[in-house]
Structure formats: structure tokens, C-alpha cells
């Protein structure tokens, strides 16, 4: 196992098939390694992305189907990069998320009812 406290040099191989890391361990010996390019995708869809309120992403497109049970409904939603989240929902989490996108606010709305 290699503990890395630097990344030194990022380089694509000659053929252009593999990334070659060189990094710096934690006794100061610089290190080498290679992973296939094609791999950098899935390693960056596996870190994490920031949970913070900064980070928004644009909505390319969505979709919206019934789960096999027939009560529940799947909100899929696609940034334009290919990413992809989906989430189980209760209709009236749908009613509610209507109510704001119509009405502009979370909160109940005096006088106006949405059937």
C-alpha cells in the first residue's frame, strides 16, 4: 500500500492507454504507478461530491416513473455531463415540490388550493 503525502507528476503514457502517477510516500521516496485511463471516470464518479449548499448542478433533464408497487414514483435527474441521481418519492412530496416551483415558496399559501 502506498501513503501518498504528494502528488508530484501526472503523465499519459506514450500510447495513451495509462495515467502514470508519481507521488511522494510518507518516508520522502518518490513513487510511480500506472492505472488505465479508462478508469478515471469511474474513480471520480466514486469520490464523493460536496455536500455543501455552494454546489449546484444544472439539470439537463429528468424523468419521472411509478415503482413496481405502483404508489411510490422514481424522480430521476440527469446533469448534462451524463450523471445521474434518482430518488424514491411519495406523491405528495411531488404535490409539495409543485406547490413551490407554481407558488414560489415553501410554506402554505393562504387562499389559493392546488387539487
Known amino acids: 500500500m502506498i501513503d ?3 502528488l508530484l507528476d501526472v503523465r499519459m503514457s506514450s500510447d495513451g492507454k495509462n495515467l502514470q502517477l508519481r507521488l511522494r510516500d510518507q518516508s520522502g521516496q518518490a513513487v510511480t504507478f500506472s492505472l488505465p485511463a479508462c478508469w478515471l471516470n469511474t474513480m471520480l ?3 464523493p461530491a460536496s455536500t455543501g449548499t455552494e454546489t449546484v448542478h444544472p439539470l439537463d433533464s429528468w424523468s419521472m416513473d411509478r415503482t413496481g408497487n405502483s404508489e411510490d414514483l422514481i424522480l430521476t435527474l440527469r446533469t448534462p455531463e451524463g450523471q445521474a441521481v434518482s430518488f424514491t418519492m411519495k406523491p405528495w ?10 407558488y414560489g415558496r415553501s ?8 387539487h
Do not use: K, P
Open 93 to 102: 412530496q411531488v404535490e409539495g415540490m409543485t406547490t413551490i416551483a407554481t
Open 45 to 47: 464518479n466514486a469520490v
Open 107 to 114: 410554506g402554505r399559501t393562504t387562499g389559493t388550493t392546488i
Open 4 to 6: 501518498a503525502t504528494e
